[in-house]
């Protein structure tokens, strides 16, 4: 990871995502993967613009996140 005050980045080229493994609480860093994986998927479908929203991307992964907490089958 880098010294920015990111949690965490995405690598188009090369397919990856890194986060700081040792976010506290666990809460954020679920956040922070959702919130990465969101511009993976956007980069991959080929939607720069909604990619480089953070509003957006911020708003779709804490729902999955929530969503994957609160999931029961």
Not at 17 to 33: A, E, Q, Y
Not at 46 to 63: F, K, P, T
């Amino acid at each position: 990871m880098s010294t920015t005050d990111a949690h965490g980045l995405c690598r188009y080229d090369a397919g990856e995502i890194w986060f700081d493994s040792n976010i506290k609480p666990d809460d954020l860093k679920g956040i922070t993967f959702y919130h990465e994986l969101m511009h993976m998927l956007l980069n991959t479908l080929g939607q720069d613009a909604m990619r480089d929203n953070e509003g957006l991307v911020d708003s779709i992964g804490n729902l999955l996140w929530q969503a994957h907490k609160t999931m029961e089958f």
